[in-house]
DNA sequence: AGTACAATACCCCAATCGGGCGATTTTTTT
DNA sequence: AAAAAAATCGCCCGATTGGGGTATTGTACT
């Protein structure tokens, strides 16, 4: 049996969403509120597993609320809720460590589905945030090569690029390697050569841009 | 119509794809393959909206076709297809810039709404690839800065730095503010100071790395 | 045996950089 | 109005860099 709370402050949708949950088998709302007030003593005393939570609310909004629940209660999964699906308030929400965000134009089956699924660990959205959040996740990770954009580096071009990103200097990285600094240097402007660069910032920006170490 | 060019090393699951799309009206398959050789030839051949990918097939998989088709085709959207939901695969395969990733076990009427999400730039996904996702995005997002990490760059400095980031040289940047060259020098070498650093290579390093910029 | 490449090393030269110093003028804050 | 911060410009010096050569060694592949 998992448990619902509700925080929405429409009075209609507030009762729509209890009547759903209570007449879900497996579901049961354990506690629907219009604002956020006291929301530490509401979750303590309702015992939520998962709680519904309206991102346009009056007062203290969803997305304030969401850090202070996950961190004093962080067993509860909170879903999401909002009736855009463009804000970037999302993020924040997410970032705060929403389980899941939908519409509330999704179907009272879809969203007792989401409930189900954020409860099991899950993290239900619409494929328009998640779209966004895939483009952001393919920033930080991002840049595959083949061969040709591998610049094939040799080892030692890879070593020494390294330790520049590393903000060594090459005189620096001369001692460091047991080799002479002329030598530092004609790896340096091969590198140069190859990454299409002419400069140690430009090289080591290269590098860490896509990730060459 | 939505085009959609199949590739599945099953000869009866690819069947079966090739019968849901040519059985709904608004999509059509375009090619149905059962390996990914050639596949700049096969795609520029069936032209596809989106390509329906296997992730596990024999010889070239998924994971390492889906960036190729990417680079080269940039407006196909992917949506790759597996049995697994808790591979790491999973991971390569949206960070080569997979669009969406669906399970075989969805029933068709899902798998056509996942098509016409995906073309649509949606990115649909079960619960636990989201989950995951989200959280390597939560833990990437929020390195919040408060004063003391922020090193107290001045707008100007932080303008110039990022002017460096860019892998420009210190004339350049000069004259792209224009300003004197001894002007930018000031500025750098005071943000030098801030960031703890002796270098224009360490100084974009650690810009890049604590998203100064 | 010959070719190709990586790694090593050195030379020269002009440009730039890093560091230290001081200075003026806005702008912002108090 | 006074003080603080930001932005602007300049000069000096020595070290480092970027770009151009050339050359030797060892290893790998043919």
């Not at 070593?159 to 090459?170: C, D, P, R, S, V």
């Amino acid at each position: 049996m998992i448990r619902v709370a509700i925080f929405e402050d429409n009075k209609l949708m507030r009762n729509a969403y209890e009547a759903i949950c209570n007449g879900t088998p497996g579901l049961m709302c354990c506690g629907a509120f219009a604002d956020t007030d006291d929301v530490s003593f509401k979750i303590k005393k309702t015992q939520p597993d998962v709680v519904l939570m309206d991102i346009e609310m009056p007062g203290k909004d969803g997305v304030s609320t969401t850090p202070y629940i996950i961190k004093h209660f962080p067993e509860v999964k909170i879903l999401i809720q909002t009736v855009f699906d463009n804000d970037d308030k999302i993020f924040a929400a997410i970032c705060a460590g929403a389980s899941g965000y939908i519409l509330k134009s999704t179907t009272p089956a879809r969203m007792v589905e989401a409930i189900e699924q954020v409860h099991d660990g899950g993290s239900p959205m619409t494929p328009y945030i998640a779209s966004r959040v895939l483009k952001l996740f393919q920033q930080f990770a991002p840049p595959f090569k083949d061969a040709e954009e591998n610049y094939a580096l040799s080892v030692r071009e890879k070593e020494i690029l390294a330790l520049m990103t590393g903000g060594h200097g090459l005189p620096a990285i001369a001692e460091k390697i047991f080799v002479s600094y002329e030598t530092v240097r004609t790896h340096v402007k091969r590198i140069y050569k190859k990454l299409h660069v002419a400069s140690a910032s430009a090289a080591v920006v290269k590098a860490i841009r896509e990730k060459l170490v």
